[in-house]
Each structure stands twice: as structure tokens, then as C-alpha cells.
């Protein structure tokens, strides 16, 4: 009939591999929109996570592409090796300070307080022959009392930070010498639990196997994190976001697991300082404790009105730090098999500031990560390390290691008066 219109028939469906095709393509297209809206979208989610880390890390491939093309031996298995070991004892002190900084305050005295845990450590063990294990608990709550007597000056007597620690900087350095008395350097036993613990090394699956955990933990947690913003209606950002990242991370981890293990394997003190550094950014950001730390660094007068205990806060931060403090003076003494006079002192309390400040961590507070430690003193050993190689003298790096720091300062000077342009009137 002409009033009439035959049924419209559909189009063949095509082959499997037609529609396979369209619907790659169509994820495709999703996929790189998400990725474009995450890297250049207006407030999205690149723009507005920390970007501190960022110009570290690329600034960090840019110092490692030269030394290797200085010299070939900065990226080989064994000094990329050693270099993870070496970053270890300074990383430990570096992380607890980032707490610190998180208030918007210094602590100065982090390295005195782990030259002392480390001389308390060798004193009982070779000369009063307590066991190692015990010393050990010892040598790390001489860090925790150190940092609660800070903690109860500060925060309660209302001496400032920066005054309580610089005296604990000369305090403690004293006690220190007192406790070493008139032997001067003690040497611990190569096979000794404390040495083992920069010595001893896992064979090559534990890289690789630390390295696919870690990718899909990561992965895991992310996704979950972003699930629950979506279920609550808050910005959870693409999923390709989650998927770079991840996919960025699988690259590195499993890149330095090959690495390692073509030298030694996984050192036993990395993976303690990469499991330390998680621990705490858990605290930091998932824990009503982090919270409370973040709300304090970001304004005191804020913090008291949302009821949360100032005198606890300040003493428990001071606290974590002297303990980071102890743990990182013990690493450090592992590395070199000995405790002496001059533990604790030099140019160490120099790079745990300038490892967490070029980090990304703030020295106005409120900002800042555990990982921060990580990247910070992975860019100081990399130069020192990649220095000492090309035959540059100690004065050479003292500088350009100072010239790095001022740089990270000022960036983070720039980027607190974006932020409050009226704090810098």
C-alpha cells in the first residue's frame, strides 16, 4: 500500500571483529578525553593535586640523563644500588620532620637526637653486652623522649619550636659525647643485627614481586578512593587519571626492580624506608590523626575552634620526629659499621631540611607528604653521588646542594603568596 512504509530494516551487524573495532574505538575516545580533561582541564584533576612533586621528579630524570652522559658509571645496577641504600638513614630523619614541618614549624635537633640514639645503641651493646634487640628499643624511645621533652616545652611552657630545638641541637650533641666518653669511636660487629640491616639483601623475586604489589595496591586504593567521591557526589576526577598513574608507577617500580636485581637484589634497608614512607602517608592522609595534623598547619586559630588539643598535636609531632630521628641515626651507623664523635653532626641536619623542603614539603605548613622525604633526598644523593663520581670536590657540592635548596625555597615562597596574597603584604 503507498499510505504504508515498509519497516525500516537495520544494517547488518557486520563481523565480530566490526564491532570489537567501534567499541575499542568508542573507549578509545572516552579514554582520551578523560585524559585530556585530567591533564589540561580547567581545575581538573592535574591542576589540582600537589604539583610540588612534579618539577622534583623532572628535575630529577634531567640530573641523572647528565651525570650518565658525564659519566656512564652513575647508571649502572651497582651505584644505582648503593644509592638506595645511601638514601635510607638521612630519608628515615627527613620523614619525621616533614611532620614538623606540616605545622609550619623546625626542628633542629633531629640530628644530635640520632647521633645519640646511635651511640646509645653501640654502649649497651659492645661494652654492656646487652642484646642487640633490646638496645635497639632503647636507642629508639631515647629519639621519643627527646622529642616529647621538645614537645613539652613548646607546647606547654610556649617556649617557641625553633628555640627548644636548637638547644636540644647543642644538648644532645653534648650528651652524646658524654655517653661515648673518652673512646671516641666504637666499631659494631659486621654480622650484627644493626648492620645487617644496610648489608643484607632478598634474591630477585622479592623485586619484582614488591613491584606488582605495590602497582596494584595503588591501583586498588585509587579506584576505591574514587568510587566512594562518586558515591558521595564530590569531584572524583577520570578514571584515565588512575590508569596513567598506575600505568606511570608499573613502569618505575619494575624498571629499579630489574636494576637491583642485576647487582644484589632488593636491599633489606630500601624496603623497610619504602614501607616506613607508606605507613606514615597513611597516617597522614587517611587517619583522623593526619587530619588534625593538616588542619593545624593550616591555620592554629581554626584548629582550636574545631576542638582539636594543640598541646596534644604539637607534642605527638615532636614525638614522631625525635623517633624518626633514633631509627634514621641507626641506619646511618649500619652504613658505616661504627658510632663516633662525629655522628649526627656535619652536614646531616643541612640535607633532612633540605630533603623535605625539596620535596615539595612546605616551610609555611600545611602542606606536604612522607613521599616528599623520598624525593627530596634521592635528588641530594643522586648529586653528591653523581659529584663524587665526576671527581668534584666537597665545597663543589656543598654549594650546588645549597644553590638547590634556595631554589626549592623560593618556589615554595612563590607559591604560598599565590595562595594567601594577603600574607604577603
Given at each position: 500500500?503507498?499510505?504504508?512504509?515498509?519497516?525500516?530494516?537495520?544494517?547488518?551487524?557486520?563481523?565480530?571483529?566490526?564491532?570489537?573495532?567501534?567499541?575499542?574505538?568508542?573507549?578509545?575516545?572516552?579514554?582520551?578525553?578523560?585524559?585530556?580533561?585530567?591533564?589540561?582541564?580547567?581545575?581538573?584533576?592535574?591542576?589540582?593535586?600537589?604539583?610540588?612533586?612534579?618539577?622534583?621528579?623532572?628535575?630529577?630524570?634531567?640530573?641523572?640523563?647528565?651525570?650518565?652522559?658525564?659519566?656512564?658509571?652513575?647508571?649502572?645496577?651497582?651505584?644505582?644500588?648503593?644509592?638506595?641504600?645511601?638514601?635510607?638513614?638521612?630519608?628515615?630523619?627527613?620523614?619525621?620532620?616533614?611532620?614538623?614541618?606540616?605545622?609550619?614549624?623546625?626542628?633542629?635537633?633531629?640530628?644530635?637526637?640520632?647521633?645519640?640514639?646511635?651511640?646509645?645503641?653501640?654502649?649497651?651493646?659492645?661494652?654492656?653486652?646487652?642484646?642487640?634487640?633490646?638496645?635497639?628499643?632503647?636507642?629508639?624511645?631515647?629519639?621519643?623522649?627527646?622529642?616529647?621533652?621538645?614537645?613539652?616545652?613548646?607546647?606547654?611552657?610556649?617556649?617557641?619550636?625553633?628555640?627548644?630545638?636548637?638547644?636540644?641541637?647543642?644538648?644532645?650533641?653534648?650528651?652524646?659525647?658524654?655517653?661515648?666518653?673518652?673512646?671516641?669511636?666504637?666499631?659494631?660487629?659486621?654480622?650484627?643485627?644493626?648492620?645487617?640491616?644496610?648489608?643484607?639483601?632478598?634474591?630477585?623475586?622479592?623485586?619484582?614481586?614488591?613491584?606488582?604489589?605495590?602497582?596494584?595496591?595503588?591501583?586498588?586504593?585509587?579506584?576505591?578512593?574514587?568510587?566512594?567521591?562518586?558515591?558521595?557526589?564530590?569531584?572524583?576526577?577520570?578514571?584515565?587519571?588512575?590508569?596513567?598513574?598506575?600505568?606511570?608507577?608499573?613502569?618505575?617500580?619494575?624498571?629499579?626492580?630489574?636494576?637491583?636485581?642485576?647487582?644484589?637484589?632488593?636491599?633489606?634497608?630500601?624496603?623497610?624506608?619504602?614501607?616506613?614512607?607508606?605507613?606514615?602517608?597513611?597516617?597522614?592522609?587517611?587517619?583522623?590523626?593526619?587530619?588534625?595534623?593538616?588542619?593545624?598547619?593550616?591555620?592554629?586559630?581554626?584548629?582550636?575552634?574545631?576542638?582539636?588539643?594543640?598541646?596534644?598535636?604539637?607534642?605527638?609531632?615532636?614525638?614522631?620526629?625525635?623517633?624518626?630521628?633514633?631509627?634514621?641515626?641507626?641506619?646511618?651507623?649500619?652504613?658505616?659499621?661504627?658510632?663516633?664523635?662525629?655522628?649526627?653532626?656535619?652536614?646531616?641536619?643541612?640535607?633532612?631540611?633540605?630533603?623535605?623542603?625539596?620535596?615539595?614539603?612546605?616551610?609555611?605548613?600545611?602542606?606536604?607528604?612522607?613521599?616528599?622525604a623520598l624525593l627530596g633526598i634521592l635528588v641530594i644523593q643522586s648529586l653528591a653521588s653523581g659529584m663524587a663520581l665526576l671527581g668534584i670536590s666537597s665545597a663543589v657540592q656543598l654549594m650546588v646542594t645549597g644553590a638547590v635548596l634556595l631554589g626549592a625555597m623560593v618556589l615554595d615562597s612563590l607559591?604560598?603568596?599565590?595562595?594567601?596574597?594577603?600574607?604577603?603584604?
Amino acid at each position: 500500500m503507498s499510505g504504508t512504509t515498509a519497516p525500516r530494516r537495520t544494517r547488518p551487524a557486520g563481523t565480530g571483529a566490526d564491532r570489537s573495532g567501534s567499541v575499542l574505538g568508542a573507549l578509545d575516545r572516552r579514554l582520551r578525553a578523560d585524559l585530556g580533561r585530567y591533564l589540561n582541564g580547567p581545575g581538573g584533576e592535574w591542576r589540582g593535586r600537589e604539583l610540588g612533586a612534579v618539577p622534583v621528579v623532572l628535575g630529577l630524570v634531567a640530573m641523572w640523563a647528565v651525570f650518565q652522559i658525564l659519566d656512564d658509571n652513575f647508571l649502572s645496577p651497582r651505584n644505582l644500588s648503593n644509592l638506595s641504600v645511601d638514601i635510607v638513614g638521612t630519608g628515615m630523619i627527613a620523614v619525621g620532620v616533614v611532620f614538623v614541618l606540616l605545622l609550619g614549624e623546625i626542628d633542629l635537633s633531629v640530628a644530635s637526637v640520632s647521633g645519640l640514639a646511635a651511640a646509645t645503641f653501640a654502649v649497651l651493646t659492645v661494652y654492656q653486652g646487652v642484646p642487640e634487640w633490646l638496645a635497639l628499643i632503647v636507642a629508639v624511645l631515647t629519639g621519643s623522649a627527646a622529642g616529647a621533652l621538645h614537645g613539652f616545652f613548646f607546647a606547654r611552657v610556649g617556649v617557641p619550636a625553633f628555640m627548644v630545638t636548637l638547644a636540644g641541637l647543642l644538648g644532645w650533641n653534648g650528651l652524646m659525647l658524654y655517653v661515648l666518653g673518652a673512646v671516641g669511636t666504637i666499631t659494631l660487629h659486621n654480622l650484627s643485627l644493626i648492620t645487617s640491616l644496610t648489608s643484607h639483601y632478598f634474591p630477585d623475586a622479592a623485586a619484582y614481586a614488591l613491584a606488582a604489589v605495590s602497582t596494584a595496591v595503588f591501583f586498588l586504593v585509587s579506584h576505591q578512593q574514587r568510587r566512594r567521591r562518586a558515591a558521595a557526589g564530590t569531584p572524583s576526577g577520570p578514571l584515565a587519571g588512575i590508569v596513567l598513574r598506575t600505568a606511570l608507577l608499573a613502569v618505575v617500580a619494575f624498571a629499579a626492580a630489574h636494576t637491583l636485581n642485576r647487582f644484589r637484589g632488593l636491599p633489606l634497608a630500601l624496603l623497610i624506608f619504602l614501607l616506613v614512607v607508606a605507613g606514615l602517608d597513611y597516617v597522614l592522609r587517611r587517619t583522623p590523626y593526619g587530619r588534625r595534623v593538616a588542619a593545624l598547619g593550616g591555620g592554629v586559630e581554626a584548629a582550636r575552634r574545631a576542638g582539636i588539643n594543640l598541646v596534644t598535636m604539637r607534642i605527638s609531632v615532636l614525638v614522631i620526629s625525635g623517633t624518626m630521628a633514633a631509627v634514621g641515626g641507626l641506619f646511618l651507623a649500619s652504613r658505616v659499621t661504627s658510632v663516633g664523635q662525629t655522628s649526627g653532626t656535619g652536614i646531616l641536619l643541612l640535607n633532612v631540611i633540605a630533603a623535605a623542603v625539596i620535596g615539595g614539603t612546605s616551610l609555611f605548613g600545611g602542606r606536604g607528604r612522607t613521599w616528599s622525604a623520598l624525593l627530596g633526598i634521592l635528588v641530594i644523593q643522586s648529586l653528591a653521588s653523581g659529584m663524587a663520581l665526576l671527581g668534584i670536590s666537597s665545597a663543589v657540592q656543598l654549594m650546588v646542594t645549597g644553590a638547590v635548596l634556595l631554589g626549592a625555597m623560593v618556589l615554595d615562597s612563590l607559591s604560598h603568596r599565590r595562595q594567601h596574597p594577603r600574607a604577603a603584604t
